[in-house]
């Protein structure tokens, strides 16, 4: 069974320019998880998909992020315009079941780097 | 805010040796708590989680204990191998509010295991 994917593995970008995050979660998850490290800080939650509506996106850091999950599959998360801060993995990650005691797995991640 | 914690942001140790990772969380109403491994360019991996109502968990070759007078919660792995250096994360799941899932990390902490 594939794992979590996610594309690309890596991104380096202008400052002010757009960029695309993809993650295909493990077929037949409902639950996908959007999170990020920034250098040296920890793993921060972003936002939560159940199938295709947003379960909390408390995480989202502002209105430069936009993620979607359009026919409840695979996911996107867009930053626009990109700021130096943005710099950092992004991880996503699913889950067949809501709930508080369910195994999330984890994609590789994205490395972005804005410049 | 609520928060989980680590002591200790580097580990060396020798291999054969048992290795302890130690993590602090500051939200009493925690109620689920996992240790992730993370390998260099791949994603968090689980590998072992534990309940409020437990204060010890085992697996093979790795131990998690709860200490829930005093915040704090332990990874022990026993006879730690090369292939166990890695970054360990501990995390906390679902304490309470609307959204399940929601996964609060800590720092991290690097584990290196010598030949």
């Known amino acids: 069974e594939a794992g979590v994917t996610q594309f690309p593995s890596h991104s380096v970008i202008e400052k002010g320019q757009t960029v695309t995050l993809r993650c295909d979660p493990i077929s037949g998850h409902d639950n996908l998880y959007w999170y990020r490290r920034v250098m040296g800080k920890e793993i921060k939650f972003l936002l939560h998909?159940?199938?295709?509506?947003?379960?909390?996106e408390s995480g989202m850091p502002n209105n430069r992020f936009l993620a979607e999950r359009t026919g409840g599959t695979y996911s996107t998360l867009k930053v626009q315009p990109a700021e130096l801060e943005d710099s950092g993995v992004y991880f996503c990650?699913?889950?067949?079941?809501?709930?508080?005691?369910?195994?999330?797995?984890f994609g590789p991640g994205t490395r972005l780097t804005v410049l | 805010g609520e928060s989980v914690g680590l002591h200790l942001p580097t580990l060396s140790v020798q291999e054969g040796d048992n290795s302890i990772i130690n993590c602090a969380y500051s939200?009493?109403?925690?109620?689920?708590f996992i240790w992730y491994k993370q390998e260099s360019g791949k994603g968090p991996q689980f590998i072992i989680d534990i309940r409020s109502n437990m204060d010890k968990r085992q697996g093979q070759r790795v131990t998690v204990l709860l200490n829930k007078t005093v915040k704090h919660l332990s990874l022990q792995i026993a006879a730690t191998q090369p292939g166990d250096s890695a970054v360990y994360f501990c995390a906390e799941n679902g304490a309470g509010g609307t959204s399940y899932g929601k996964l609060t990390f800590g720092q991290g902490t690097i584990l290196t295991v010598h030949p």
């Open positions: 939200n009493s109403a925690s109620d689920y």
């Open positions: 998909f159940v199938k295709e509506s947003k379960q909390d």
């Open positions: 990650a699913s889950s067949p079941l809501a709930g508080a005691y369910n195994e999330q797995f």
